[in-house]
């Protein structure tokens, strides 16, 4: 049976002691010269020695679950095993201590290794140009966006288009970057086998539409097969395609972006490309285009000429969307990662994660309906909505409870008690069968045992209506709350 | 083919995986995509240290280069903590009962940052100081309702071009107000220019000549309680310089890089986001809060999560999903490494040694403008040489002697060069030698 340490590990500022790491310059007699009117009087976090530290976080850390501790199939968010030599290439002193206003005579090798990743991720999403620059996928989506605002600024038709399309299965930074872009998300329904209405579409793109953004294969896993159809339509409108790459790790070497009719497509490199995900980040959005916004794209763009440069000459470039080029140390590792892969080994993961996903819907569909047509890519979703099925958030529960991790639950909002479930192609079949027998195990317990669960974690389920009712986000609020 | 994926293509009745594509259109499939064959580990290693023997580290160089990324010391604990798999390759925790590890970290993250700046809300992360600046500006127009917003015309030409983005879609208008003669925010032309369309104002101390602005103790009071005071922050200063919570701020913005995150080329940082209780639910991103279990026991969970693009969607506070929480875990594991007494005195050695280049400086006669002003680990410096003349000498010398400010920042005199100098805990003897010898070749 699954145990998760448990631990009642104090918070590490009430863990006081001595502090035992010595600075450079620790004994040095300086004058530092802080103005009276600006000098601090006490901080109030503590000294601690380096080893209560790491015994600390040591324990924290082992009641915590990732990827490297089992299978861990979250719907869209392709929690795929990220290779260990991909850590160990960012970790090189070479890479860590550069400076990005360094003289680019001095920073040749990073430079080349931004120039190449930008190529290998042209030839993947078939865009001709890439920024390596947005921080996450919603910064890529929210770049995108800002480069089609610029574009219809530049040809007069901003007034007009305000509209960004987005289906009602789209991943809800879609809508959100849209309106921090600027722009007004109009959604339109999906068919009952879960693609884009396609009727329903036309009448919602006109002269008013900026762009449609959508992931394909979508968040049920299918793959959009009007979606040639639907750009033609889009571009004859004068409108963008924007393609959210969450879900590229279904299609990746079997088609492009670009193929499909994309203009504008991001990538999420901690998805994809194996970079790990750190417990909510960091990742990285790169962002392609196609030539006719090329000119658009933040500034600056790696470029070559017999040597790499950090070329600023963008003629009208959105500007920036972060301070410096990217975050470098996620750069590093996907470019790591597709280099090991080469073609033939992205061609194999997408392969097996497809395939790895049939598997388990055939599997599920004996459980509980799973909506949309038969062929999934990397996902699909299942509905334990009826016929006294356990609700999607106990069936979570029961996975975490026997130390598998939960599919992403009540996403897409189409599918009622929806289980979102993505194996990646890190993933046996001994684990999946697991995940399936974990299932059925849930349908076959009683309703008042289930609902107690999880029993095998440090914490039972989470009073969350009074978390937020009563928020306590600092210790400096929660004690100053128990103190009334 | 292993035995694994021929039991599973017969469970689903083919032979070959390529079927599985057959409902993708002929016409938009790929035969290749033109990329390389597959490397070795071997092989991977080897070409990645052909790419870094073709940089040149700040650690074989003389480096004074700063200006909004830092050279510090990041001590060894904190890599063996971020590289603890169970945080490394776990995601966003929507499972909070086998995530108690890491949100308890964050909230760690959020109660120790809270302390440092003594504010009450801290946000578990933004992507870096630029991205939370233009958060914090739409977070004032949502709060007051108001469209104008000023900040300083001497602030980093990058951070400027990322806010200027960041409000686009909201209606926000910039306007930019001067220093004064001590290079300080300048409050008379602050009061003159605020108006009923003033949603606030952005002050930040050290700025961007490295100078401790003292009347960022007056903004608060000169904007009034109906507008949004947004301080920025070195965090790395605040073991001795004043904390922004104390001198009336409203929202905290800062870049956390200098909290052992090491260079990097520039990635990843971390975007500290804090602000005043009464304003908790308009904050962007993720924050984790104590909670309780349904049997009352001591819990973390993600809080307010109404906020947030998976529930709100189009009526969200910000579009952020992914942010940088393992960074806040790296800085977290700095703060308490170093406790009370490395953050004062980690912020004494900085300052010390800033005053005693500036003290070499004087020495040889260049001018320091600004000079009674005071700095934390920063300062102006003033050469009457050209450009390509003073990056000869510095280049003999495996000197890197600052950041060289251009005409987007004002300077355009061919003549001289203006360099924003940073001094660091990590700069040794030999640096500051090197640094005398290109004082006396330029001035």
Known sequence: MYHQAVYDEPLIMNLKGRRTLKLPGEDEKLDPRIPESMARKGIGIGDREEFTVIRHFTRLSQMNFGVDTDFYPLGSCTMKYNPKINDEIASLEGFRYIHPYQDENDVQGALKLMYELTENLKKITGMDAVTLQPLAGAQGEFTGLSIVRAYFQDVGELDRRREVIVPDSAHGSNPASAAMAGFTAVEIPSNEDGTVNIEKFKEAVTDRTAAFMITNPNTLGIFEHNIVEMAEYAHSKGAFLYYDGANLNGIMTKTTPAKMGFDIVHLNLHKTFSTPHGGGGPGDGPVGVVERLKDYLPTPLITYDGKYHLNCNIPKTIGKVASFYGNFGVLVRAWTYIKMMGEDGLREACERAVANSNYMKKKMEKLMPVPGKSLKKHEFVASSHNDGLPKAMDIAKHLINNGVHAPTIYFPLIVPEALMIEPTESATKREMDKFIETVESAIKLDHATLEKEPTNLKITRINDVDASRNPRPTYRVQRSKEKI | ?443
Do not use: W
């Open chain 2, 1 to 443: 083919m292993d035995n694994d994926l021929f039991e599973i293509l017969k469970e689903l009745g083919i032979s070959d995986p390529d079927e599985l594509f057959d409902d993708i259109p002929q016409s938009i499939r790929t035969s290749t995509l033109g990329l390389p064959r597959g490397m070795t580990e071997d092989e991977i290693r080897k070409e990645a240290l052909k790419l870094t023997s073709m940089n040149r580290t700040v650690n074989q160089m003389h480096s004074f280069l700063g200006f909004g990324l830092y050279n510090h010391y990041v001590p060894a604990a904190i890599g063996n903590i971020i590289s603890r798999n169970e945080f490394l390759t776990s995601y966003t925790p929507y499972q909070p009962e086998i995530s108690q590890g890491i949100m308890q970290a964050l909230f760690e993250y959020q109660s120790v940052m809270a302390e440092l700046l003594q504010m009450d809300v801290v946000n578990s992360s933004l992507y870096d100081s630029s991205t939370s600046l233009g958060e914090a500006i739409r977070m004032a127009g949502n709060i007051t309702g108001k469209k104008e917003f000023l900040i300083p015309a001497r602030m980093y030409e990058t951070k400027k071009m990322v806010i200027s983005n960041y409000v686009k879609g909201s209606g926000i208008r910039l306007k930019e107000y001067p220093f004064d003669g001590r290079g300080m925010a300048d409050l008379l032309f602050i009061r003159d220019n605020l108006n009923e369309n003033t949603a606030g104002i952005y002050v930040e101390y050290p700025n961007m000549f490295g100078i401790i602005d003292e009347n960022v103790r007056k903004v608060k009071e000169i904007i009034g309680q109906e507008r949004i005071f947004v301080a920025g922050v070195n965090p790395i200063s605040l073991g001795v310089l004043s904390p922004p919570g104390s001198l009336g701020a409203d929202i905290v913005v800062g870049e956390g890089q200098a909290l052992g995150l090491g260079l990097n080329f520039g990635g990843p940082l971390l975007g500290i986001f804090a602000t005043r209780m009464e304003y908790v639910r308009k904050v962007p991103g993720r924050i984790i809060g104590a909670a309780e279990d349904e049997n009352g026991k001591p819990a973390f969970a993600m809080i307010l999560q109404t906020r947030e693009q998976h529930i709100r969607r189009e009526k969200a506070i910000s579009n952020i999903t992914s942010n940088e929480a393992l960074m806040s875990i790296a800085s977290l594991a700095y703060l308490s490494l170093l406790g009370d007494s490395g953050m004062k005195r980690i912020g004494e050695i900085n300052m010390g040694r800033t005053q005693k280049l500036m003290d070499i400086s004087r020495e040889f006669g260049v001018k320091l403008p600004y000079a009674g002003s005071p700095v934390f680990n920063e300062f102006l410096l003033n050469i009457n040489c050209s450009r390509t003349f003073v990056a000869g000498i510095a280049k003999k010398l495996d000197l890197i002697p600052g950041y060289y400010l251009g005409k987007e920042y004002g300077f355009s005199n061919r003549n001289e060069v203006n360099l924003v100098v940073n001094v660091t805990e990590r700069n040794t003897d030999e640096d500051f030698d090197a640094y005398r010898e290109f004082l006396g070749k330029v001035s």
